[in-house]
């Protein structure tokens, strides 16, 4: 059963376009949400967080919106850059209890 | 800075065969974790620390066994390795209480045959 659902496999955007990765959860217990960006042959490494007591959380080209009604949220890069070019993981935890990720989206940015 | 080590970072097996994977962490994080990516499948808890002396089982377990040595350490264990454990492993560690990420190491890529 997964808690985390990042249903779309794969997208791709024209450089300098948004960027946009969604991700749904089910369990209503989490409280804070993570996006992780992996390269190959690398580990994932910490992009942007948010606390369910917020809806939006900017971090330079990275903003990430939460929707807890709707169990939903997503990342938005704008501009997207060459470099974006990876695979994102959508995380989800309870307070002090372990993160649990989704699939990935591999995200291509086309030139 | 090296945040999280594993070791080793390539490793060949025969079916049947046992080896343990070490994972290190500096940060003084209480908890620690061990992930697996397959093609298709994210990234999916086998185990995970909360502190030393506790483990908890994730998704997927089965085959493995962990321990928590030291605040520092904690192994994987695979007993009698199986094609379906061929995978690149993560150990992550992250700190305990509000808003803390996890921070994994550079993986671990297991073939088993």
């Known amino acids: 059963d997964q808690q985390v659902k990042q249903n779309s496999p794969s997208l791709s955007v024209q450089e300098g376009r948004i960027s946009i990765l969604n991700c749904d959860y089910t369990?209503?217990?989490?409280?804070?949400f993570l996006w992780y960006k992996k390269y190959p042959a690398e580990g994932p490494t910490f992009l942007i967080s948010?606390?369910?007591?917020?809806d939006k959380n900017e971090d330079g080209r990275f903003t990430v919106f939460l929707n807890k009604s709707a169990k939903h949220l997503s990342l938005h890069i704008v501009p997207s850059q060459p470099g974006d070019s990876a695979v994102y993981f959508c995380a989800a935890s309870r307070y002090d209890d372990k993160i649990i990720f989704g699939k990935g989206t591999r995200l291509h940015i086309l030139p | 800075n090296a945040g999280v080590t594993q070791t080793p970072k390539f490793q060949v097996l025969k079916t049947g065969q046992s080896m343990t994977l070490q994972c290190a962490q500096d940060?003084?994080?209480?908890?620690m974790y061990w992930y697996r990516q397959d093609p298709g499948m994210g990234l999916r808890l086998i185990y995970y620390s909360a502190s030393e002396g506790t483990t908890d089982k994730g998704e997927v377990p089965n085959g493995y066994n962990v321990s928590r040595l030291n605040k520092r350490e904690f192994s994987l264990r695979l007993e009698s390795a199986a094609p379906s454990q061929t995978s690149v492993y993560f150990c992550a560690s992250s700190g305990r209480g509000l808003n803390t990420e996890a921070f994994f190491g550079q993986g671990t890529r297991l073939t088993v045959v």
């Open positions: 948010i606390s369910s007591i917020k």
């Open positions: 369990n209503s217990m989490f409280d804070y």
């Open positions: 940060m003084n994080h209480n908890s």
